[in-house]
């Protein structure tokens, strides 16, 4: 089904009184409308959020008393263990509350399980070894555990003490310990969009505010805090939790820090992703250089090196770790490109698997740790909720991961299948689950019914939302520049998509990359010239010269910085012949 673009209506009295009031361009005023900000005085509050206006950490829930138990443990000289997920929101989260602690004079470690061999969240096996090894310490979780009622009740039945840090769903019955949760049952926290970094980072502050005069941090801590924000944007990002409220506050004056405070692991970790000279960073810097590097680690089963890139001081061990987990990532790519081409050829040979409402792929020789990712572009290519499952290597028991689309619930309709599972966990759009070899087959009808029963695909659901129709004329560096005082951009708060029409090439398209599998073009649009790219779409090379004189165009605009040069750079989202194109539009915001 080819995608309908939308176009957002515009108020142009509302437009032009925005970008009056405002000062601004009238390209960045009718984006703020098409957003649904319709005055001045609403535009100025959205750009311009402070840190003043995240919400005091005692009010999230069960800050306050684990805040006190985790500082009544740093004074009882008791030692304090950080059990991480191995995500990257878990890393930084771990690695944020490490920092804060060991400042504040606790003997503390960490602990991440081994993606492949131990599997989310807590376990009573790790849990049996941390209680050998230390009766008496606190055991924080960043990340996980708020649906581990089984492991939680065999902590206590240890006598190990629990403090749970999460955001994910949690099961039917609380843990029985302490809870750190936006949404715990009876609270009302403001905000229940925070991820696992930017609940440990609640704590932290939590803590150093008690550690100070009970209200505010010392100047040491503040400082701490103000530095452990960057470490909250990158997981903020990485989990794709929705860019609004104290997430966007969080990313955008986190990214300023990341370029202000280095830590000796962030420098080396900017240095391999090729961020590290540039005068700014963005979301985009972090979603694609950072992120994957430090994800690579825990895909691979190496999270708890991620750590301690994350926490060292000594600069050569930085950049060891770093140019390591550099080459993990590099490994990963090659094993993901692998994967992705083997679900393609097996959607191929079961062409009834297309007609069904979702998709469940298996394979013995894929890797665990990768097929979340595969499973994402799965879900591009055929527009369906897609489970991926690597089979084990006797394939009696594998590991699955799935990605939602079009607003389906993962999880309700794993649960709705569970008794084909082994175990299952997650949120709506994307879950891990454990499954019996035999039962393979058995899921994937039971699955693929619950979605074709509970969900519909319209075409709505394949809509591209356009911000605004323009001229390649009013994409002047600075009104591109203007553009990303919206940011920082990601779920929840889009990069603003813009469409042109009668566009034509100024030269014939060339295919770029590694196993030429993006386009670069020049686009001409009355008179002037602006370079293209399409990300993994070579394909279309062909069939944009068929398309005839003229082709219309949906892209995104963005500063191309290379060699202390900068230039104005489409990133194609779709394209159309010119007559294919039906504006639809709809009032804002769009």
């Not at 930017?198 to 939590?206: D, E, H």
């Not at 911000?467 to 920082?488: C, M, N, Q, W």
Request: charged share 25%; aromatic share 6%.
């Amino acid at each position: 089904m080819p995608k309908q673009w939308r176009f957002a209506l515009h108020d142009q009295g509302r437009v032009r009184q925005v970008s009056s009031e405002l000062r601004v361009s009238p390209l960045l005023a009718e984006v703020l409308v098409a957003r649904g900000y319709e005055s001045a005085d609403e535009a100025r509050e959205f750009l311009s959020g402070s840190l003043m206006d995240l919400h005091d950490p005692t009010s999230l829930p069960g800050v306050l008393p684990a805040a006190e138990k985790v500082v009544e443990a740093i004074q009882s000289k008791r030692r304090v263990t950080i059990y991480g997920d191995y995500d990257v929101d878990g890393v930084t989260g771990t690695s944020l509350l490490w920092y804060c602690l060991r400042l504040a004079g606790a003997e503390v470690d960490y602990y991440i399980p081994h993606r492949l061999e131990e599997g989310y969240g807590l376990n009573c096996q790790a849990l049996k070894q941390l209680h050998e090894d230390d009766p008496n310490q606190l055991l924080i979780t960043v990340d996980c555990g708020i649906a581990s009622v089984a492991e939680a009740a065999y902590a206590k039945e240890l006598g190990l003490d629990l403090i749970i840090t999460d955001h994910h769903h949690m099961a039917d019955q609380l843990p029985d310990a302490l809870c750190v949760h936006p949404r715990l049952p009876g609270t009302e926290y403001p905000f229940g969009d925070l991820c696992g970094a930017g609940v440990a980072f609640k704590l932290a502050w939590g803590i150093c505010q008690l550690l100070g005069d009970g209200k505010k941090a010392s100047p040491r801590m503040r400082e701490f805090l103000i530095g452990a924000v960057g470490l909250a944007a990158i997981g903020t990002v990485a989990d794709v939790v929705p860019l609004k409220g104290e997430n966007r506050i969080l990313v955008r004056y986190g990214l300023q820090s990341l370029v202000n405070k280095n830590t000796p692991g962030l420098k080396a970790l900017m240095k391999v992703a090729g961020c590290l000279d540039s005068p700014t960073l963005d979301s985009e810097d972090i979603a694609f250089g950072l992120a994957p590097r430090l994800n690579a680690a825990g895909r691979l089963g190496q999270a708890r090196l991620a750590v301690e890139l994350l926490t060292t001081e000594n600069e050569e061990r930085a950049k060891a770790l770093a140019a390591y987990v550099d080459e993990l990532n590099k490994n990963r790519q090659t094993v993901e490109r692998r994967i992705f081409k083997q679900a393609k050829e097996m959607v191929a040979a079961h062409p009834e698997w297309e007609e069904q409402a979702a998709l469940v792929l298996s394979h013995p020789e894929w890797h665990a740790g990768v097929i979340g990712i595969v499973a994402s572009r799965v879900v591009e290519r055929f527009n369906k909720p897609t489970i991926m499952i690597a089979m084990n290597a006797d394939e009696s028991v594998g590991q699955g991961s799935g990605r939602s689309f079009a607003g389906y619930d993962l999880h309700v309709g794993l649960s709705a299948c569970s008794e084909y599972l082994i175990g299952f966990g997650g949120h709506s759009a994307a879950a891990g689950l454990k499954i019996e070899a035999e039962k393979v087959d058995d899921f994937r009808d039971a699955f693929c019914q619950q979605v074709a029963e509970n969900h519909e695909v319209s075409a709505k659901d394949l809509e591209i939302k356009v911000d605004a129709e323009v001229r390649f004329a009013d994409l002047s560096h600075r009104a591109v520049i203007e553009i990303d005082k919206l940011g920082p951009f990601g779920q929840g708060n889009r990069r603003p998509v813009f469409a042109a029409s009668n566009v034509s090439l100024a030269e014939p398209p060339r295919k770029m990359g590694g196993g030429e599998r993006h386009l670069s073009l020049r686009l001409k649009h009355y008179n002037k010239i602006l370079r293209a790219v399409a990300f993994g779409q070579a394909d279309w090379a062909d069939e944009i010269v068929e398309a005839g004189d003229t082709i219309s165009v949906c892209f995104t605009a963005n500063i191309n910085r290379f060699n202390g040069y900068e230039s104005v750079e489409l990133k194609l989202i779709d394209w159309q012949p010119a007559k294919a194109v039906t504006p639809e539009r709809e009032p804002s915001p769009a």
